[in-house]
Structure formats: C-alpha cells, structure tokens
C-alpha cells in the first residue's frame, strides 16, 4: 500500500511509543481497491492524553478529544487520529450516548458498518480483517459488521450508508443486509436531513445508482411522501440516471422528472441542502415539462434564463425522456449561438436602467419590467441591440 511519507511519520512515532497505529475505514478500502485514497484515518491505542504527550513536538488541533480525536500537523497536513473506541449504548436510533476507549484494536473494528469498511493496516503489522472484509472486497459485496438488525437500529443512517457505498463502489448488498433495510427502513425517519443529503448526495452520483434506488425503492417511499404518490414515476425516473451527467443537482432532478413543483419543492425541502442545490434542482425541474427545441430563439431564451451547465443538464434529460428528441441537432445548435455570442443578459442590453429613466420611464419597478421586455425583443431579433432601435421600442412599449 502506497502510504504518504507525513503518515508513515505519525505511525512511526506511536510505535516508538509503545503504542499501536493503523489506517482503517475508507482508505484500506479504497487503497486495496487500487485507488487513491481521498484522506486518510488512523486509529491508535493511544488515549487522547497519551496522544497529545506523544505528540508534543508537533502542532495539534484538539478535534474531538471527547470520542478521542486528535489532528496532528505532520509535514504540513492535517492528520485525524482517533482513539480505538467502543461505542456505548444507541438510545436514539443515531448516536451513541457515550464512547469508551479500548486498548484492542477487533473492539474498535466492531463497531464500523461494514466488513469493507472494517479493514485496518499497518507497515508494522500488515492487514487486520477481523470479519472477512478483504473477501467482500474481492467479491463486491457490502455486508454489516455483526447483526444487521441491531447494527441499524444502532444507527439508521446505515441504511443510507449501505446503499451509497453499494452504489458508488457498484457492489451488491449482502442477502441478510438487504433484507434488514427493507424491514427497517423506517428508522431513516428519525436521521437528521443533513447526515442523509450527505449520503444521498453521493449515492445518486454512484455507479450502480439506477439499480440501487430502483431495488429499495421502498426505502425512498418511506422516506420522502413526496414522491410515494406516483412510485412508478420514480422508478422510471431513476432508470434515466445512467444518461445523466454525474453531478448531484442534474440527479435529482432526472429523479424527480414529472412530478409538481409541490412534490419536487417538499423532497428538496425535506433534505435541507444548500441554497445552490435546491434552487438548481427546482430551476430545472421547473424546465422539463418543456421540450428543448432546436430553434435559435428558443435556445437564446434558454441561455438568457439559465447558464451553461444547467442546459448541459437539461440536454442529458431530454436525451432520457424524448425519444425523438435531436440531441446532437440541439448541441449544434447550441454551440452555433454561443460561438455567436449573441445578447441573453439585461448586462450585454446596449442600454442601462438610467437610459431607460432619462426616456421618460418613472423610477420604480416599470424600469425593469421593461428592461426585460427589451431584453426579450433584442432576443427575438425583434429589435436591434442599438442604444437608437432599443430607445425607439422602448417608447413604443411604453406607450402601449
Ligand atoms: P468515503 O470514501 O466516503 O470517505 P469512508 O468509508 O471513509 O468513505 P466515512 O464516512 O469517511 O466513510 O467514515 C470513515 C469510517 O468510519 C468508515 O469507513 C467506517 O469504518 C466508519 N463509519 C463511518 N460512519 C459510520 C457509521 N454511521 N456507523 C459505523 N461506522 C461508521
Ligand atoms: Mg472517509
């Protein structure tokens, strides 16, 4: 395994300690995948305390010394290291209500979700695969550490957690895995909005994401009313996803095509995302009812109203919804009009608001109801983006 000099470093000197160190969860994982590994955990038998007199010598962030985390700066990076720990009781379906620190490293890979995610490694000490995840690994499968049963009830988001992993790494869900998702989904409902839209996120973007939403189906009725009204719809829905760009926003909108903006506005609502990805799901899903044409008015419209990646976007679900729709007529097209660079922005109007004033239009909100009415017309070829033609229409509108 390829590990990173300032890594190599931080485990080096808890072994100099006396202590043990390995790297567990998503980076064994990913690395024995044969890819690069986005961040890299460590876990320790050290406790905090021990930690922190360990390393004294080196900058340290006190992340979460209650559940035993610990970032050390080596070699310029931040490096999370976390006590082994045993997670107390699950009294609410979400977190633990207390941890304990174990000096044994099997207690500390029991309490992960998954045997994929419950590998540990070592220069020192090689692999530790105390449940057989290197087996999954090797055979696609995600499969809970221990019981599923108790280990959702432990924490519902695991529910998500299975689906996500399966359907971005495009493993299959272990029978006995599978069936308790069906059987618990309800405990999503009492997972925070947040910690979902952070799996969900990632789950529609995945590999095997049409077949994983479409096969626990279910597990998104129980979740989202919204979309439990027409259950045919979104299944059809998610089978577009493979022709969809891999970019959340373009997701899940492809997924909530046809439904009202009630339904598309209430699911959006319920995962309480950002502002840029509700506003982008809602504009495009507001955009779908209507089919693109290939006509240069239509597109500049299009082009004046959103910008390049959400037409990108739009394209990718028209391709999944229109048979007969021209794609590659349409990106001709479209590309033709860009290369043009024609007038789409009150910005690029050869008239500013203050014109539109000294034409005789009183100050207030008729300015820009006739800005856009010019814009329009310029779009339209209707009138030509002079400062004379645009003030010549402008009164002729005004007027009106
Ligand atoms: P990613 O590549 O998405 O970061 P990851 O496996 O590193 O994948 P994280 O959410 O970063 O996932 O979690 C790190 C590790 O912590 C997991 O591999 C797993 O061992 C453990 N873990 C995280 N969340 C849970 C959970 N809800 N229940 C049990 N173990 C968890
Ligand atoms: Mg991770």
């Known amino acids: 395994m390829n590990i990173p000099d300032y890594i190599t470093s931080v485990l080096n000197i808890l072994y100099s300690h006396g202590f043990e160190g390995y790297l567990v969860g998503g980076c064994v994982r990913d690395a024995l995948m044969g890819k690069t590994p986005h961040d890299f955990d460590l876990t320790t038998s050290a406790t905090p305390q021990e930690m922190l007199e360990v390393f004294k010598d080196h900058r340290i962030i006190e992340t979460g010394l209650k559940h035993g985390t610990v970032t050390v700066v ?3 990076e931040n490096v999370e290291i976390t006590t082994y720990r045993i997670d107390g009781a699950y009294l609410d379906n979400r977190r633990p209500s207390d941890v304990t620190f174990t000096r044994n490293l099997r207690e500390d890979l029991s309490r992960r979700d998954f045997t994929v995610n419950a590998l540990a490694y070592s220069p020192q000490s ?76 990632k789950l529609v973007c995945g590999k095997k994401a049409a077949s ?48 009202d903006d009630s339904a598309v506005s209430s699911f959006m609502h319920s995962l309480k995302p950002d502002n840029h990805t509700y506003s982008t799901v809602r504009t495009l899903c507001a955009y779908y009812p209507q089919k693109l044409l290939c006509d240069k008015y239509f597109i500049r419209r299009l082009m004046s109203a959103l910008d390049d990646e959400l037409i990108l976007a739009l394209v990718d679900i028209n391709c999944a919804h229109h048979s007969d729709f021209d794609c590659q007529m349409f990106l001709d097209q479209y590309n033709t009009q860009k290369s043009l660079n024609p007038c789409v922005k009150l910005s690029q109007l050869a008239v500013t608001g203050s014109d539109i004033i000294s034409f005789g239009v009183p100050k207030g909100p008729k300015v820009g109801e006739i800005m856009q009415k010019l814009l329009y017309a310029v779009i339209d070829d209707e009138c030509a983006n002079t400062f004379e033609d645009i003030k010549k229409y402008c009164m002729i509108i005004y007027n009106s």
């Open 74 to 76: 080596s070699g310029g």
């Open 126 to 201: 090689g692999l530790v695969d105390c449940f057989d995840g290197l087996a999954d690994l090797k055979a696609g499968v995600i499969r809970c550490v221990g019981n599923p049963d108790t280990r959702f009830l432990e924490d519902g988001l695991r529910i998500m957690r299975a689906l996500r992993f399966s359907s971005v790494l495009g493993f299959d869900i272990d029978q006995a895995t599978a069936q308790s998702i069906i059987a618990n989904r309800r405990l999503l409902r009492n997972i925070s909005a947040e910690r979902i839209f952070a799996e969900l996120k």
């Open 212 to 259: 994983v939403i479409g096969e626990y189906s279910e597990v998104f009725f129980s979740l989202f009313d919204s979309v439990a009204n027409d259950k045919e719809r979104f299944c059809q829905n998610a089978t577009t996803l493979p022709v969809i760009g891999a970019d959340h926003c373009s997701r899940f909108a492809a997924l909530l095509w046809g439904f």
